[in-house]
């Protein structure tokens, strides 16, 4: 209708005068935040308890224990290095501070008979070859126990994190770049892949890795059974076994083969310390038996030859640093890493930060202190559950 545009323009400005007029549409005046003016916004706090303005989100929280807090973290970290739990002392847990003590008499003991076999061997070889392998009891021991005392104190009641329930199992897919430094190989650059199959009660794991110049490649299948399982999948007993194949192409080309079997644990320190909830310290020993040969074109090339028996051990320390974010750290021995497998050293320090995404991909990173230097990242993506 020729009519109909003007109507409705009528129509519109009666109803907008209309709406001026009556009270219907009129809002009262304001600040556009919709806040009250700063002068009244205190009154709105008047009256009500502690308790009630928790419940809606407000967060209080004392200077004066952030201090406390800040004074055990300095004391755990400069006279806890002698007089280990002296920072939860100062924060009035006594239990703590006695369980870490008499952790760190536990480590130095471990620590002075690998000294004494060292310094002054028994002349049994079944007995003296023991040495590396106390000096790494009585180090990771010692070093465990300190850093309980610092991140204990540090983070305190605040140490109750949730456990991230993000892929705890299921499919995982790694792809990753690794730099390698070793003192005396000429290696840098490798790439490597990894697959998981995660679950409550065990996991399969199969990594392979390839030096970018083809002098080396680790090829390496491993699985863990947990019998017991506690609430907490922090807290479990499991057996391990490892298989893995090396080839090294460089210098003197040659193979090995090794196995090896072994007890793991973990603990949910919040089991012993409630402030502790979600510092997890675990613990791995086995035995370990390898087999060489070198190549057809060395000079020395022959059959296959009995390389002898390790024990791989590993004492770890992790802790949900958020629900995303996971530190690791961890003192190995023996775990057949190419790098880190030199039984003439007494342990390897390796630190692991791994980040776990809302979506399907996670990133990792990694970095271990062996015969050289090795640091790498990787992305991990995990398949379905």
Same mark, same amino acid.
């Given at each position: 209708?020729?009519?109909?545009?003007?109507?409705?323009?009528l129509g519109?400005?009666?109803?907008?005068?209309?709406? @001026?007029?009556?009270?219907?549409a009129q809002?009262?005046?304001?600040?556009?935040?919709?806040?009250?003016?700063?002068?009244?916004?205190?009154?709105?706090l008047?009256?009500?308890?502690r308790? #009630? /303005? !928790?419940?809606?989100? $407000?967060?209080?929280e004392s200077?004066?224990e952030?201090?406390?807090?800040?004074?055990?973290? *300095?004391l #755990?970290?400069?006279?806890g290095l002698?007089v280990h739990?002296?920072?939860h002392w100062?924060?009035?847990?006594?239990?703590?501070?006695? =369980?870490l003590?008499?952790?760190?008499?536990?480590g130095?003991?471990?620590l002075?008979?690998g000294l004494v076999?060292k310094l002054? +061997?028994t002349?049994?070889?079944?007995?003296?070859?023991?040495?590396n392998? *106390?000096?790494?009891l009585?180090?990771s021991t /010692?070093?465990?126990?300190w850093?309980?005392?610092?991140?204990g104190?540090?983070?305190?009641?605040?140490?109750?994190? +949730?456990?991230?329930t993000?892929?705890?199992h299921?499919l995982?897919?790694?792809?990753?770049?690794?730099y390698i430094?070793?003192?005396?190989?000429?290696?840098?650059h490798?790439?490597?892949?990894q697959?998981?199959w995660?679950?409550?009660t065990?996991?399969?794991?199969?990594r392979?890795?390839?030096?970018l @110049?083809?002098?080396m490649s680790d090829?390496?299948?491993?699985?863990?059974?947990?019998?017991?399982v506690?609430?907490s999948?922090?807290?479990?007993?499991g057996? #391990?076994?490892?298989?893995?194949f090396?080839?090294?192409? *460089?210098?003197?080309?040659y193979e090995?083969?090794?196995?090896?079997?072994g007890?793991?644990?973990?603990l949910?320190l919040?089991?012993? $310390?409630?402030?502790l909830?979600?510092?997890a310290?675990g613990?791995q020993?086995?035995?370990?038996?390898r087999?060489?040969r =070198?190549?057809?074109?060395?000079?020395?090339?022959?059959?296959w030859?009995?390389?002898?028996w390790?024990v791989?051990?590993r004492?770890?320390l992790?802790?949900?640093?958020?629900d995303?974010?996971?530190f690791?750290?961890a $003192? !190995?021995?023996?775990?057949?890493d190419?790098?880190?497998?030199?039984n003439?050293?007494?342990?390897?320090?390796? $630190?692991?930060?791994h980040y776990?995404?809302?979506?399907?991909?996670?990133?990792r990173?990694?970095?271990?202190?062996?015969?050289g230097?090795?640091?790498g990242?990787?992305?991990v993506f995990?398949?379905g559950?």
């Open positions: 209708m020729p009519g109909s545009p003007r109507v409705a323009a519109l400005a009666l109803l907008m005068t209309f709406s @001026s007029t009556s009270g219907w809002a009262p005046e304001g600040p556009a935040d919709g806040l009250a003016p700063q002068e009244e916004r205190g009154d709105a008047q009256g009500r308890d308790a #009630a /303005l !928790e419940a809606e989100g $407000f967060v209080f200077t004066v952030q201090r406390q807090r800040a004074h055990a973290t *300095l #755990a970290a400069s006279a002698v739990g002296v920072g100062y924060l009035e847990e006594p239990r703590t501070a006695y =369980f003590a008499g952790t760190e008499l536990v130095l003991t471990m002075a008979g076999l002054r +061997p002349g049994a070889p079944n007995v003296d070859r023991f040495d392998d *106390l000096l790494f009585g180090i /010692l070093g465990s126990s850093m309980v005392d610092v991140l104190t540090a983070y305190h009641d605040n140490l109750g994190v +949730p456990t991230s993000r892929r705890h299921g995982g897919i790694h792809l990753g770049y690794e430094r070793p003192t005396n190989l000429s290696m840098r490798v790439a490597a892949a697959a998981y995660r679950r409550r065990y996991d399969i794991d199969l392979v890795a390839q030096e @110049s083809l002098g090829y390496r299948l491993g699985g863990v059974w947990r019998p017991w506690a609430a999948p922090e807290t479990s007993i057996v #391990a076994l490892q298989g893995g090396l080839q090294y192409r *460089l210098d003197r080309p090995r083969l090794r196995g090896a079997v007890v793991v644990g973990s949910n919040g089991r012993l $310390f409630p402030h909830d979600q510092m310290l613990a020993v086995g035995l370990a038996l087999a060489f =070198f190549s057809p074109e060395s000079l020395t090339g022959t059959g030859r009995w390389g002898g390790t791989p051990m004492v770890q992790g802790l949900n640093l958020t995303e974010l996971r690791l750290a $003192f !190995e021995r023996g775990q057949g190419w790098l880190l497998s030199s003439s050293r007494i342990g390897v320090p390796v $630190f692991r930060l776990r995404s809302t979506s399907r991909l996670d990133l990173f990694f970095a271990a202190f062996g015969d230097v090795s640091a990242a990787g992305l995990w398949a559950e």
